[in-house]
């Protein structure tokens, strides 16, 4: 019975009400949040073993869901689920125990775990962990708030974005988004909760375990948006050189994949999301239903105005069809509509490719257009398409056209109702093309197989779980000496031809790291027994499903002893450069002489020997020796003075008992001695000592050749050098007695007392030692202070002996004396540096003084040095105007001044040093 409008408004108000009301109470009364191990986190743990196995102890993490976690006291969860896979087909017993990720990693570092589940690839653990293949990427995503303005991962910039410590996310934030603000939560848990509660603005966390708390409830308003902006492959580690367990286990993860179950497990851990709870799915009903009530509300009021717009839109639909014709008609793929034998529709591309024209294509059988053997097998093709209920499924068939030429399709079929009726719709496109790319690939790859075989490199393919050759070169059996028959099947270690087995299990763990293996050098034992030097590469691949080692190796033997003897030139031309570097930096014979004499040594092999010199008429004596004490006492062997006396170079490979008595190492077998000649004349010996056979061949001896004629220079300098230090010695005496005279010529010219310049030379040179003037410049301050009034030679004698004052004219002249000395001694290199005091002592510190009126400490150092001890000296020496100060006078004359036309520093230091007894007044400060 069909109820009226208003009794159908009145229940469905009815029904409204009472699912409004069940809303509210779900609302009110949330069920707990999904924790699938908030009371299995400390369960017993629980083994999976296999009958006659060992047990190996698996580490999981029960708090990462829908990883690993533990479920009713189980580890449960995808990566737990694939290990239990790997292991039944691998006939392996896995006992599983819980932990955290730290505890797990402690633990797993000391032994105590063979495998730890779910482990993400990250550089830090790789370098630390061997690594399964991957078993799923986990994926992370950036989770927000409900209302964020936060749409992809630029908007983090300047933003609080909570993570993990430790996690993959930070090194992601710091090399993408350097300006986000990293905020840190000790799970993932926490991390919502912080997100809901507003301390961070976004979250980067791992996407399918964040989705499954937030869904849970824990906390609610919390989306994700999707962008997954990286991920980080997640497996499995072993502990490092468990080669054999790490290859099981890798081959049980492969054959699950080739059979399928991994997708099998996969699809039922991410295909669909499973709802934790009950009541969960209630509310959504709930909701569901609300939805549909208020829906079916709308569409009753809105009924009418349906009803109009069904016939507008019957309109539209037809103008809709006519453009999904117009797409079909005018698309770059062929597309039919096939029902039995017969074909229902064709657009013209489809007719393009066939050959046939639309009308026949209609006409004709398909049987007719494709031939009975091709349509037989695209019936078969359709048929599967009624068993995959009519989703897409591709396939390649071959057709013949119209014209009788081959060409391959790639179809993209479907089953449609067509008028009412099933169907098949075909969507091919011309692939001809690509299939003889294919075609010429597999022609090439026939041609690289002859490469393979014929190549002149060595190319071997090994299996990797034993080593064994599967396939070995040409170039393989040319170097090793062995046959392809002798060879197969057998791993390399049995056959001896590592020389060094540490280098096969060198390359085992580069390649168990890294999978592959760059320019390893090593040495290898060919058949006939002789060791050669090889370089390899290497490369993980797969044969028949079983992961392989394929090598290329390459014979450098050759190439390293050409090396070797560039390496060895190249040393020696080091050793002769280090003693001309001694000779040129050093002036120090006997350094010279020990590094030559350690240079031969060392490029010789031998650790004796000896260099004798004589010096004037004095005997042969050691300088330097090396594998034995000597000093310049020690005498010469009688060897020694044989080469000195005859000049020529001795070299005996079995010595006589005397004679080996007679050196000055015990126990030596050979002996070389090399004379030093400069000038036609013997000036000293090399020896060379050695317990074995001394082999020397031409490079040898060209080296010693060059490491004489070095020492004989270096010794013909050094003597050269002594003689001109001794002239350049009695030279500067010259100087310095000339500098002398100079100065008692000026006291006797300018009737100063006698002494002046000598004790204010003095007082200077002591004044510079305390204020750390280095040695070395103090002989120019001496040099100065002697000629600081050579400038008054230039001064007429009726101003400089002028027994009253000075007129202003008089005092012009007067004051012209530093520039005299300036054009005086500036021609004289050696007293250019001394300049300083005959120019600049008259300059005062307040700017008053002459000839340049520059003040404080503008004025050179040396010249406010002298300048201060000049005062100090001419106040106490009484004048023919004048009587001597006393001390006490002069040392308050100098406390006035200081700042004012005197150092107040080097004042300072000179009162302290002339008057130590008296703590010296602060002086005056400097000026600004």
């Known amino acids: 019975m069909k109820l009226p409008v208003r009794n159908s408004y009145f229940w469905l108000a009815v029904i409204t009400a009472l699912i409004g009301a069940a809303m509210l109470y779900a609302w009110k009364n949330p069920p707990p949040p999904y924790r699938p191990n908030a009371q299995n986190n400390n369960s017993a743990t629980r083994s999976y073993a296999v009958s006659g196995q060992p047990r190996l102890v698996v580490g999981y993490n029960p708090d990462c869901p829908p990883y690993e976690y533990s479920l009713d006291g189980r580890p449960a969860g995808f990566t737990i689920e694939i290990l239990r896979g790997a292991a039944a087909l691998e006939n392996l017993a896995l006992t599983f125990e819980p932990g955290s990720e730290t505890e797990l990693r402690q633990r797993f570092e000391r032994g105590e775990i063979d495998i730890l589940s779910g482990a993400p690839y990250r550089p830090g653990l790789s370098q630390q962990y061997v690594f399964s293949l991957p078993v799923i990427d986990q994926v992370y995503d950036i989770f927000v708030t409900e209302g964020s303005s936060i749409r992809q991962p630029q908007d983090l910039a300047g933003k609080q974005v909570i993570i993990l410590p430790n996690a993959p996310s930070e090194t992601y934030l710091s090399a993408n988004i350097p300006l986000a603000v990293p905020v840190y939560a000790g799970d993932i848990e926490s991390a919502l909760n912080m997100l809901a509660a507003g301390q961070g603005e976004a979250a980067l966390l791992p996407k399918d375990q964040a989705i499954l708390l937030a869904k849970s409830g824990n906390p609610t308003k919390i989306r994700n948006l999707a962008f997954d902006p990286f991920s980080i492959p997640y497996g499995y580690a072993v502990q490092p050189g468990a080669g054999d367990l790490l290859y099981r286990l890798n081959r049980g993860i492969a054959q699950m994949r080739e059979s399928g179950a991994y997708y099998t497990i996969y699809e039922r851990w991410f295909g669909v999301s499973p709802q934790p709870m009950v009541w969960n799915l209630f509310r959504y009903a709930v909701v569901g239903l609300l939805f549909i009530a208020l829906f079916l509300a709308i569409s009753a009021a809105w009924l009418g105005v349906l009803q109009r717009q069904v016939r507008q839109r019957s309109a539209q639909l037809a103008a809709s069809e006519e453009k999904y014709r117009q797409l079909a008609e005018n698309a770059s793929e062929g597309v039919v509509v096939i029902r039995g034998p017969q074909v229902l529709y064709a657009n013209q591309r489809a007719a393009d490719i066939i050959g046939y024209s639309i009308e026949e294509m209609l006409r004709l059988p398909i049987a007719v257009i494709m031939g009975e053997d091709r349509y037989e097998s695209a019936r078969q093709q359709h048929r599967s398409l009624m068993l995959t209920n009519g989703q897409v499924r591709s396939y390649t068939i071959k057709v013949r056209t119209k014209s009788g030429e081959r060409r391959w399709l790639q179809v993209n079929g479907a089953t449609v109702s067509w008028e009412g009726a099933p169907a098949y719709l075909d969507m091919f496109t011309d692939i001809t093309a690509e299939y003889q790319a294919q075609l010429a690939l597999r022609q090439s790859e026939d041609k690289f197989s002859k490469a393979f075989k014929t190549s002149p490199d060595s190319i071997n393919i ?291 007392t006698e002494g002046h310049s000598q004790r204010v030379t003095e007082m200077v040179l002591r004044l510079a030692d305390a204020l750390g003037v280095p040695e070395s410049e103090q002989l120019h301050i001496r040099r100065g202070s002697l000629l600081h009034d050579i400038g008054k030679m230039a001064i007429p004698d009726s101003i400089l002996l002028k027994k009253g004052p000075l007129s202003e004219d008089e005092w012009r002249i007067m004051r012209r004396h530093p520039s005299y000395a300036f054009e005086l001694l500036s021609t004289i290199d050696f007293l250019r540096p001394a300049l300083a005091i005959p120019y600049y002592h008259h300059e005062r510190w307040d700017g008053s003084g002459y000839p340049g009126g520059i003040s404080g400490e503008d004025i050179p150092l040396y010249a406010r040095i002298f300048s201060v001890v000049d005062v100090w000296d001419a106040l106490r020496t009484g004048r023919p105007y004048r009587p001597a100060m006393t001390d006490e006078e002069v040392y308050q004359y100098l406390v006035k001044n200081a700042g004012k036309h005197l150092d107040p520093r080097i004042v300072d230091t000179f009162l302290r040093l002339v008057y130590p007894d008296r703590a010296a007044p602060a002086p005056a400060k400097p000026r600004e």
């Open 462 to 752: 090994n299996r990797l779980s034993d080593g064994a050759y599967l396939e070995v070169n040409e170039g393989f059996t040319a170097l090793t000496g062995y046959s392809e028959a002798e060879v197969i099947g057998i791993p390399s270690n049995q056959i001896n031809i590592w020389a060094n087995p540490e280098d096969r299990q060198r390359l085992l763990n580069e390649v168990m790291k890294q999978g592959f293996v760059r320019d390893m050098e090593f040495d290898f034992r060919i058949k006939n027994g002789s060791l050669r030097r090889g370089s390899l590469s290497a490369r993980v691949i797969e044969v028949q499903g079983e992961p392989c080692l394929l090598t290329i190796t390459r014979d450098v033997t050759e190439r390293r002893e050409a090396e070797q003897r560039i390496r060895q030139q190249v040393n020696r031309l080091a050793a002769l450069r280090a003693v001309d570097l001694a000779m040129i930096t050093s002036e120090n014979l006997t350094y010279t002489l020990r590094i030559l004499l350690d240079k031969v040594c060392d490029q010789l092999g031998l650790a004796h020997g000896g260099i004798l010199l004589r010096e004037e008429e004095k005997e042969l004596r050691y300088l330097v020796a090396r594998g034995f004490r000597a000093n310049g006492t020690t005498g010469p062997s009688p060897l020694a003075r044989q080469i000195f006396n005859l000049g020529r170079r001795l070299v005996l490979d079995s010595l006589r008992p005397e004679e080996a008595e007679g050196l000055p190492v015990g126990k030596m077998s050979s002996y070389l001695g090399l004379p030093f000649i400069t000038r036609g004349q013997v000036v000293g010996v090399l020896e060379l000592y050695h317990r074995g056979k001394l082999f020397l061949d031409d490079q040898d001896q060209e080296f010693l050749d060059a490491m004489m004629n070095a020492g004989a220079i270096a010794i013909e300098n050094s003597r050269l050098l002594n003689n001109l230090e001794q002239a350049n010695r009695d030279l500067i005496a010259a100087y310095d007695a000339t500098i002398q005279g100079w100065a008692r010529a000026l006291e006797l010219r300018d009737g100063e």
